[in-house]
T-cell receptor, first 114, second 117 residues
Framework: DTGVSQDPRHKITKRGQNVTFRCDPISEHNRLYWYRQTLGQGPEFLTYFQNEAQLEKSRLLSDRFSAERPKGSFSTLEIQRTEQGDSAMYLC????????????FGPGTRLTVL | AQKITQTQPGMFVQEKEAVTLDCTYDTSDPSYGLFWYKQPSSGEMIFLIYQGSYDQQNATEGRYSLNFQKARKSANLVISASQLGDSAMYFCAMREGWGGGADGLTFGKGTHLIIQP
């Protein structure tokens, strides 16, 4: 059973550019979450999918952010017109809608905006 | 008010000693779940242990146990016989509500644990 995978692991971009991250959840998990973590802080929830439906979005998810999960499997998170404040670790997690519904995290994508 | 409070920014512990990491939470929802995660310097969040609000007994997973005191709204993580590999950031997190409407986790600011030989 492979864990959650994320690609790329690191991304350096210039301010104003668009970036896209990918997350592949654990295969039998129908729920997928995106979080952002800045230095010295715990992760902050961004958005959540159940299958292909995006059911919840945090106020942190500005209009420049968009997430998709087109076939209920992998998900993408796009940031348009990046700003220096977007520099952070972007974490993806997945869970199965049973029992404790424990979220299992991927290794994250570290974004640096110059 | 913060929903998850971890009051120990950093802790130094001698190898083989037991460690208690503090976590208090705030919610008015009767159904909630409490989680502890470990984040080594590599960055990946590793799930350690879970406690449901209706669970009668404290959760245990190997060397990890959760000291759940519902009336005090505390969910402290206890690591027995600490090892050098336990050195990492530890986060307490809460999910409010249950079932159909899944919620993102709310995390505390973490405790940086360093195990000394």
């Amino acid at each position: 059973d492979t864990g959650v995978s994320q690609d790329p692991r690191h991304k350096i971009t210039k301010r104003g550019q668009n970036v896209t991250f990918r997350c592949d959840p654990i295969s039998e998990h129908n729920r997928l979450y995106w979080y952002r973590q800045t230095l010295g802080q715990g992760p902050e929830f961004l958005t959540y999918f159940q299958n292909e439906a995006q059911l919840e979005k945090s106020r942190l998810l500005s209009d420049r952010f968009s997430a998709e999960r087109p076939k209920g499997s992998f998900s993408t998170l796009e940031i348009q017109r990046t700003e220096q404040g977007d520099s952070a670790m972007y974490l993806c997690a997945s869970s199965q809608e049973t029992g404790a519904d424990t979220q299992y995290f991927g290794p994250g994508t570290r974004l640096t905006v110059l | 008010a913060q929903k998850i409070t971890q009051t120990q920014p950093g802790m130094f512990v001698q190898e083989k000693e037991a460690v208690t990491l503090d976590c208090t939470y705030d919610t008015s929802d009767p159904s909630y779940g409490l989680f502890w995660y470990k984040q080594p310097s590599s960055g990946e969040m590793i799930f350690l242990i879970y406690q449901g609000s209706y669970d009668q007994q404290n959760a245990t997973e190997g060397r990890y146990s959760l000291n759940f005191q519902k009336a005090r709204k505390s969910a402290n993580l206890v690591i027995s016989a600490s090892q050098l590999g336990d050195s990492a950031m530890y986060f307490c997190a809460m999910r409010e509500g249950w079932g159909g409407g899944a919620d993102g986790l709310t995390f505390g600011k973490g405790t940086h644990l360093i195990i000394q030989p």
